[in-house]
């Protein structure tokens, strides 16, 4: 059985950086996709980010571009998000997913194994 555990989330203020990691136990890793999803309170959840099986490509949410890295080191079977110039409203749980097969998208329904979220807040 596929288990996602998230860290790294924190309460930081506007402008600040984050990393969140994503770590990945039992099954397979290095063959699937990995996305980003977050929610915040009152909200459906959103796409952030996703990065293919061998990190080759990355597609990012129009918000987060230019400022949100997804990265992965397979043989640590953990995959990142690297947050730079945070804004208030990028307050929300953050999930990691593992995709069904090996390439990018943003659909959630192409995920099925999900983590517990790590709460990230951006105080203004």
């Known amino acids: 059985q596929v288990q996602l555990v998230e860290s790294g989330g924190g309460l930081v203020q506007a402008g600040a950086s984050l990393r969140l990691s994503c770590a990945a136990s039992?099954?397979?890793?290095?063959?699937?996709?990995m996305g980003w999803f977050r929610q915040a309170l009152g909200k459906e959840r959103e796409f952030v980010a996703t990065?293919?099986?061998?990190?080759?490509?990355?597609y990012y949410a129009d918000s987060v571009k230019g400022r949100f890295t997804i990265s992965r080191d397979n043989y640590k079977r953990t995959v990142f998000l690297q947050m730079n110039s945070l804004k208030p409203e990028d307050t929300a749980v953050y999930y990691c997913?593992?995709?069904?097969?090996?390439?990018?998208?943003?659909?959630?329904?192409?995920?099925?194994?999900w983590g517990q979220g790590t709460q990230v807040t951006v105080s203004s």
């Open positions: 997913a593992r995709g069904r097969d090996y390439g990018v998208t943003n659909n959630p329904t192409k995920y099925n194994y």
């Open positions: 039992g099954g397979t890793f290095s063959s699937y996709a």
């Open positions: 990065i293919s099986w061998n990190g080759g490509s990355t």
